[in-house]
């Protein structure tokens, strides 16, 4: 259901479109236009964009600093171990991948529902999905005990006829995620070219009009350009949603195709797609609501928006409150004493505390978002949402440390507890997460002009 | 190239989508084979009106797909049944339900590589310089105007014809476009 | 030294250091020491250590710079083989090939008993010790320290110059000395000197002192150690009127009774104790009749983990179980009615059921009159010459050791000791802490000490020398049952050592080397007179000297000890135990040992303080809560440790630890429980007091005691059927207990066809029933593969490093006796299905196409998904670079056949695969296939009870195919179908049914326990 829906709609739903349309009344093409393009091409930087960039440049250090130590005495800096060869690093790394799928998933499996609403904020995360994988990548290749062989996991021409080994999980991630940057990529770039023509056109300074110019490609929105270019357009939404859905399938598969109890499981793909929907548009939230707010977008990032947002997160969090009930199930249904064990030491081992925060981060909080009036209110919904985020930080956690900490044999269980370097590590990918959005931001649109542009009602052709 | 013709052709300038489908329809209607239109965004049917039907590129987007997916199983079938044969963990050569993921994302990539530079190559594009940016009210085909073009190569070209025809279809302005 | 340039400079130095080698080398060394013009050079390259220098020298410092300049020096960068001919025990000496190892035989000598040892000498640099299979102590076994030997050889710290009065000095200058200050004492026949050793057995020492006492009759021996064994001494005088010593043949025992003895680790004969008490347990298809053994301890030892039937019971109380016992045989004595009663009556009946094939032996921390009681037992059944023998003393001097220190000490407060030459140990740290030794020492005028560390001892000492390792000194010694060993030098003395025979040779004067004066007392006596050479060549080859074993001497002791009143006691009981792994402390600067968890704690780094839940519930104590233990006016701290069948009111201590100058490792690590050994106490506090106090510590265990509760409470070793075990009439009723449906070796269906192993497949079978858990697999795997120590610190963040583990599970009631205890060593499986290898993701763990899961280092990138995915997690990864990759003398001690993993690299164990190769090479090159056996790996090789059996399992001849198709054969976690390689052999015991459970019903299948 699109505002812009010729045949009226059903009374009821069209009361619910007026109170809340996906772009206020009154815009024009012009205005449109302008609006969104001012704020990359004025001159004046707010100073608030300043402290933001200086505090998240500042956390990108601590990321380099982190990563020099290191680099310099290995692995035995964080806090990992036998049994609990992974912790913080693939954590971190899971962690933001799921972040990483709603952009995609909002640009191309919205696209392909034919969700107009979806216009106003897919740019924006298409952008927060690249960044977000961006940081995922650090972790893989900062894991290995010896980074500096890294690219012995590309499949790469050499004497010794030294191959991957193709049936190992890690690298089926690494062309999952590889593709997945690389599509998301383009997708996010192809998206922008009209509009860096706009900028083009718009640019009052000659750097900048030959900077968007080289970016636009001479584009010139021919009808014949328009024509091919929503055709790829829609192939490329095409091959992104399976794509999107096997990049977290298949990070999932590291555990799932493991024989560790908590991880061999078959029921990981869904509800780990599940989830990184859940996680991404709870980050898409987190950072929506305080920047439409700063760059006075309530226009085009409208309650509708968050609304529909808010819905889906109530979904896809329905759908993990699921797979957590079905793991518990599943634990007692198998009657296998390994099985049963891992998850009474979820719920009651040394990290119960770990279990039962993320129970109320990632169902027990969202389900507030049942009442409107949670949905309705920014403050209400980011909080929500920093929520969920947490919570899913710790499903990784349990999933990864708890269930290595004890296995099969009592003799070789142990203790898990990261140090400081672990954290540094993390907080610091939040730094050069933020880094990226904030340059974002201040040079590039943040809302795709042209699709807004089709969102206007004399958009449309009226035959007559 | 050499120009044979004094301009690249003839521009009309509209301020909303209707009346430039409208305009251009007329034109096909007038005889009109060569011409093009310019809009900021994407208008429905805008493409049948100046008689531009169909385009390659889903073709293009499925033979990527398919060397996708034989590159990405192929490169693994070779790798560890043929090129260095390995026992691990006591399964065959040939585990191919493990290759399958790979197969598919190396699928997945080439068809996205085939549908973006397949369009930019259809498209022509990157094309720094075109004839149609020296007009100089072009600059607003990317904000909130909409512009029919009549190629001067088009066989009923004539100047002054052509001229008159485009006023008729009562735009904002009509210029010529020069090289 | 002639053309001396009046500024020495590092090269000049380093090029007069090459100048010479062997002893000329130190000679040159030691002038340099002397030479005004080293001080000067030191300013220059070394400002620190000259800073150091220049306010009185700070011995440490000066260590350090003296063996850095023998790094400069190249010396241990080339160390010369000894110079006299040696013979190998296989190869002759001229056939080194390099990188081929060739094996000597020698012996190790420990509390003046030998363990032959082979020792496997690369290019002239020892690097492993094995067992000698002809050495009747050792039957081709060794014990944990003859395989930590070895570290000990290379270790940096230890002493590496002579030195008068804490200065650099020389040998030659040492023995003027020692003659100038032996004139005066002449005329007196030698009145005032004093010779202090450890127990010493060697017949070569007994001459050459009974030569001594010739030139000085006055002179006296005193003998002292830290664990003295008087309470054996004296409970054979007790006996027989004389000092005897006792050994054991556990081969012909059906019954055994052992009354606080850890036979299989401690003590003489342990290692082949051990062999003789499995031989004797193993039960296969045609053979169900097992021995029975009856432990009375009050802490879980290895032994203990062994028995049929375990009473955990205060050391106090033993003396009492044991009369009780002895009435109950009739050999007079009230009978027991105490809360022992049934055990009481039912062990005696079972001893004299089997009269002459029974055995009761007593260990060394109880009382005389106990160890006498034993004799008397042993006597009344017939025992003595069937399974209990007596022969002549071992050692050379068999004086009750406490006395005879106390004596020394007494003396040297009188002023009559005049010369005081201390030959080994460490009197001045370890001596009871009320002698004041080291005080009483400072009043003897002059004071020599052979030592391997410049130590407490050393340096209240006027001359130091440093001592070599038996790996570097000619001397003979004598195994458990007399027979004599000559020790072969593999190495000249890395840092200039000499050998208490070169001492003794000091005080007469007698300037021969160690090797001719042990070659020539046995020319004297061997009597083989022209066929001396031969002789001597055969016994070095051999490693035994045919013929030296003591004869039994035909003695009974009938009568019992004389009961004196038990004094009663309040509080807890304190036992005093010298550590398993440093034992009194002279391994304390050991990484390996202190690394190495002890048998059933699991602990490293640290010395514990064991009580049971019970007690440590009463008195509201956890793991690691540190107690003040007081004992009159002394009193100490440790840590305390929990551990399930420990006797109630009773405390465990270890000792050993705290001497602050014995090396860099041993600094500053455990408690110092010193105070607490005092004249009175021996090794039983029965009036201590034992306070809890704020302090806790953090102890380093290698399996989680978190686990522990999980493990009592529900038994997780069987409940997840990890161990199997039952009792012998289980096995007879059901012999596949171990094995049933859902546990075969096979697996479930799998979608892929099974990869073939036509060749070779090798397999590795662990009898369960038979591990002591001793730990000497761990180390031996250490030494042979290079393994790194990583520190407490490691070890508590779990990374510790070795191939191979022991773990320990529990059976039963925690508090009742009904506990059982099982042994588990865990190397890698090896498994068909490797679930590690799948998920590497460059291919650096593969199978060989004879099933070995191999680890290809130089591929490894780390990003250990293998571990995680080893359901026995047996992977080891180098989370920090673990390896010293810069003491010259460690790169000596390691096996050039096997790399030194980098950090971020993951490693494991490989079935030692250097030795199969080696194998597979010999095999080749005479054409034949690999014998079964040829191909030993070093766990395998190092175990005393033979638990670990390697080899072919395709070669249905083999001994692991053999046990393969055993019903108790069974594998760990297979319904995971990872078709491991490495099996295990179900546990059985064979209780008394008149003593109701040695547990619960078979625990297989899904039983619960």
């Known amino acids: 259901m699109s505002s812009n829906d010729l045949n009226p709609p059903h009374p009821q739903v069209a009361s619910r479109l007026e109170q809340a349309p996906t772009i206020t009344p009154g815009h024009t093409f012009g205005s449109i236009t302008d609006k969104i393009s001012t704020i990359v091409l004025t001159r004046r930087t707010p100073p608030g964009w300043f402290i933001g960039f200086g505090v998240a440049f500042l956390l990108l250090m601590m990321m380099l600093n982190a990563i020099g130590w290191l680099l310099i005495k290995g692995i035995g800096t964080w806090g990992n171990n036998v049994p609990v060869g992974w912790a913080f690093d693939i954590i971190n790394f899971v962690w933001w991948i799921g972040i990483g799928h709603a952009g995609t998933l909002i640009s191309a499996i919205l696209l392909l529902l034919r969700q107009s609403w979806r216009t106003s904020i897919n740019r924006f995360a298409e952008a927060m999905t690249l960044f977000a994988v961006a940081c995922a990548g650090i972790f893989p290749a900062l894991h290995v005990g010896r980074p500096w062989f890294a690219y012995w996991l590309f499949p790469y021409p050499n004497t010794m006829a030294l191959w991957p080994q193709f049936r190992s999980p890690l690298m089926w991630d690494v062309f999952a995620v590889s593709t997945y940057a690389t599509v998301s990529a383009l997708f996010w770039y192809i998206g922008l070219v009209p509009d860096f023509a706009t900028l083009r056109d718009r640019a009052n300074s000659r750097i900048w009009k030959i900077a968007y110019g080289m970016l636009s490609l001479g584009w010139r929105g021919s009808a014949k350009h328009w024509y091919r270019y929503e055709t790829a357009y829609l192939l490329l939404a095409g091959l992104a949603t399976p794509l999107v859905l096997s990049v977290h399938t298949i990070v999932s598969f590291d555990f799932a195709t493991s024989v560790i109890p908590g991880w061999h499981s078959t029921f990981f793909p869904p509800y780990f797609v599940a989830g990184a929907v859940y996680a991404g548009f709870a980050m898409v939230l987190t950072l929506a609501i305080p920047v439409r707010r700063a760059f006075g977008l309530e226009d085009f990032i409208t309650a509708r928006h968050l609304d529909n947002m808010a819905k889906i997160m109530l979904t896809t969090g329905l759908i993990v409150a699921y797979a957590y009930v079905m793991e518990v199930f599943f634990s007692w249904y198998s009657g296998n004493i390994f099985e049963m064990y891992m998850m009474f030491n979820r719920a009651f081992g040394p990290y119960w505390w770990a279990y039962w925060l993320l129970i109320l981060c990632n169902i027990i909080v969202p389900q507030s978002l049942w009442l409107r009036k949670v949905r309705s209110s920014p403050v209400t919904l980011f909080i929500v949402a920093m929520f969920v985020n947490v919570g899913m930080w710790l499903e990784r956690f349990v999933i990864i440390v708890v269930s290595l900490h004890r296995d099969f044999l009592p003799s070789s269980w142990g203790m898990y507890s990261p140090t400081r370097w672990d954290f540094m590590l993390f907080f610091g990918t939040i730094g050069l997460f933020l880094t990226l959005l904030f340059l974002f931001v201040r040079f590039l649109p943040m809302i795709s002009i042209f699709e807004m542009r089709t969102l206007l009602p004399e958009a449309q052709v009226h035959e007559d | 190239m050499i120009p044979k013709t004094p301009h690249y052709g003839m521009m009309a300038e509209f301020d909303d989508p209707t009346s430039l489908v409208e305009a251009a329809e007329r034109a096909r209607e007038h005889g009109f084979t060569r011409m093009d239109a310019f809009t900021p965004f994407p208008v429905e049917g805008l493409h049948e009106a100046i008689g531009f039907h169909h385009t390659r590129l889903p073709m293009i987007v499925l033979t990527g797909g398919i060397i996708g997916f034989i590159t990405g199983f192929g490169m693994q079938y070779f790798a560890q049944v043929i090129h260095y044969p390995l026992n691990i963990g006591g399964k065959p050569l040939n585990s191919w339900p493990a290759f399958v993921p790979i197969a598919f994302e190396v699928t997945i990539l080439f068809a996205a590589f085939a549908a973006i530079f397949g369009m930019l190559g259809l498209n022509g594009l990157p094309e720094p310089y075109h004839p149609v940016f020296n007009v100089s009210r072009f600059a607003f085909a990317s904000r909130d105007q909409f512009f029919l073009l009549i190629e001067a190569n088009d066989p009923k070209f004539q100047q002054e014809e052509t001229r008159r025809f485009l006023q008729s279809l009562n735009p904002l302005e009509v210029n010529d476009v020069p090289w | ?1009």
């Not at chain 3, 009615?337 to 029974?358: E, F, K, M, P, Y």
């Not at chain 3, 055995?359 to 017939?382: E, K, R, Y």
């Not at chain 3, 490693?543 to 004869?551: D, Q």
């Open chain 3, 1 to 1009: 030294m002639t053309d001396r340039p009046e500024h020495l400079d590092l090269a000049t130095f380093r090029a007069r250091l090459g100048e010479g080698e062997g002893p000329e080398y130190w000679r040159t060394l030691d002038e340099l020491a002397q030479d005004p013009s080293f001080e000067e050079m030191l300013r220059l390259e070394f400002p620190r250590e000259a800073a150091a220098l220049g306010e009185g020298v700070d011995r440490r410092d000066f260590l350090r710079l003296m063996s850095a300049s023998l790094a400069m020096g190249g010396l241990a960068a080339c160390t010369p083989q000894a110079e006299e001919t040696i013979v190998p025990y296989v190869n002759a000496p001229e056939r080194i090939i390099p990188g081929k190892p060739l094996f000597y035989a020698s012996a190790m000598e420990m509390d003046g008993v030998g363990l032959g040892v082979l020792v496997e000498s690369h290019m002239g640099r020892p690097t492993k010790i094995e067992g000698n299979p002809e050495h009747p102590g050792s039957l081709g076994a060794t014990d944990h320290f003859a395989q930590a030997s070895i570290l000990s050889l290379y270790d940096p710290d230890r002493s590496q110059t002579v030195r008068a009065r804490g200065e650099v000095a020389t040998w030659s200058a040492f023995v003027s000395a020692l003659q100038s200050n032996l004139q005066p004492l002449r005329a007196r026949g030698g009145e005032g000197l004093r010779i202090l050793t450890e127990p010493v057995s060697s017949p070569t020492f007994a001459d050459q002192m009974a030569k001594l006492r010739q030139r000085f009759p006055a002179a006296v021996w005193h003998t002292w150690q830290p664990v003295t064994g008087d309470d054996r001494r004296d409970g054979a005088r007790l006996a027989f009127g004389r000092p005897v010593h006792t050994y054991h043949r556990f081969a012909e025992a059906d019954v055994i009774l052992s009354l606080d003895a850890d036979f299989m680790m401690r003590g003489a004969g342990a290692v082949r104790y051990a062999r003789e008490f499995a031989d004797r347990r193993r039960v296969r298809k045609d053979k169900t009749e097992m021995n029975r053994l009856y432990v009375a301890e009050p802490m879980p030892t290895t032994t203990g983990t062994m028995a049929d039937h375990r009473l955990a019971i205060q050391s106090a109380a033993i003396e009492e179980l044991t009369r009780g016992i002895a009435a109950a045989l009739g050999l007079g004595g009230e009978a027991s009615s105490g809360q022992h009663a049934t055990w009481i009556g039912a062990v005696a009946r079972d001893l004299r059921a089997h009269a002459g094939r029974s055995l009761v032996i007593v260990g060394d921390s109880q009382p005389a009159a106990v160890h006498a009681l034993a004799h008397a037992m042993n006597s009344a059944l017939g025992n003595v010459g069937r399974t209990v023998f007596y022969t002549e003393p071992l050692e050379a001097n068999p004086v009750p050791q406490m006395s005879s220190l106390r004596a020394l000490v007494a003396d040297m407060k009188a002023g009559r000791v005049e010369i005081l030459m201390v030959l080994g140990g460490n009197p001045a740290f370890s001596a009871p802490y009320d002698f004041g030794f080291a005080a009483a020492m400072n009043r003897v005028p002059f004071r020599v000490h052979l030592s391997n560390y410049y130590d407490e001892t050393s340096a209240r000492s006027h001359w130091h020398i440093p001592a070599a390792q038996y790996l570097e000194a000619w001397s003979d010694v004598r195994a458990y049952d007399g027979t004599v060993s000559i020790v072969q030098p593999l190495i000249q003395p890395l840092y200039g050592g000499r050998s208490i025979h070169e001492m003794a040779g000091a005080l007469s004067e007698d300037v021969r080397s160690g090797h001719d004066i042990v070659r020539d007392y046995w020319r004297e006596t061997s009597g083989a007179g022209s066929g001396f050479e031969a002789f001597w060549n055969r016994s070095l080859h051999d490693g035994i000297v045919a013929g030296t074993a003591f004869p039994p001497l035909a003695l009974s002791a009938g009568t019992l000890p004389p009961r004196e009143e038990p004094e009663r006691w309040g509080g807890p009981e304190v036992v005093l135990r010298p550590d398993p792994m440093i034992h009194d402390g002279r391994f304390a600067n050991n990484a390996w040992l202190q690394e190495l968890p002890k048998p059933i704690t699991k602990l490293t780094w640290d010395n514990t303080a064991h009580v049971s839940r019970a007690t440590a519930a009463a008195m509201g104590l956890s793991n690691g809560d540190v107690v003040e233990i007081t004992a009159g006016h002394w009193s100490a701290e440790i840590p305390i440790w929990i551990v399930p069948g420990h006797a109630n009111d009773s405390f465990t201590v270890y000792y050993g630890y705290g001497a602050e100058r014995t090396g860099t490792i041993a600094r500053g690590i455990g408690s110092n429980l010193q105070p607490l050994r005092t004249m009175g106490s021996g090794d039983l506090l029965r009036n201590a007091s034992v306070r809890k106090s704020a302090k806790k510590m953090r102890l380093a265990t290698v399996q989680e005691h978190h686990a522990l509760s999980y493990e009592m409470s529900e038994g997780a070793g069987a409940r997840r059927d990890i161990i199997r075990s039952g009792t012998i009439s289980q096995y007879v009723a059901n012999p596949r207990f171990a094995d049933e449906p859902g546990h075969e070796l096979e697996g479930g269906p799998s979608l892929y066809p099974p990869w073939p192993y036509p060749g070779n497949a090798w397999a590795m079978v662990i009898d369960t029933n038979v591990c002591t858990g001793c730990g000497i697999c761990t180390i031996a795997c250490q030494s042979e593969n290079s393994i790194p120590v990583v520190g407490k610190e490691q070890v508590l963040a779990g990374r510790e490093m070795h191939w191979i583990r022991t773990d320990h599970y529990y059976k039963g009631s925690p508090d009742s006796d009904a506990l059982e205890m099982f042994n588990m060593p865990v190397p890698c499986m090896h498994c068909e299905n490797a679930p590690c290898e799948p998920v590497c993701p460059v291919q650096a763990t593969t199978h060989s196409d004879e099933g070995l899961n191999d680890m290809t280092y130089n591929r490894c990138i780390g990003t250990r998904y293998c571990s995680n995915n080893c359901p026995y997690k047996v992977r080891r990864f180098n989370f920090l670079s673990f390896p010293d990759y810069e003491t010259e003398s460690y790169k000596l001690m390691r096996n050039p056949d096997v790399t030194v993993r980098s950090r971020g690299v993951m490693e494991k164990c490989t079935y030692c695969v250097q030795r199969i190769n080696a194998g597979r090479i010999e095999a080749e090159k005479e054409g034949r296939p690999i014998r079964d056996g040829e191909v030993v790996p070093a766990c395998a090789q190092a175990c005393p009870t033979r638990a670990i059996v390697f080899g072919n399992k395709n070669d249905e001849n083999s001994e692991v195919a053999r046990l393969r198709s055993e019903p108790l054969n069974y594998g760990l976690l297979t319904e995971l179908n990872t078709q491991p390689r490495t099996t295990y052999l179900g546990s059985l015991k064979n209780p008394n049914p008149e003593l109701a459970p040695a547990g619960a019903p078979a625990t297989a299948g899904h039983a619960e326990s």
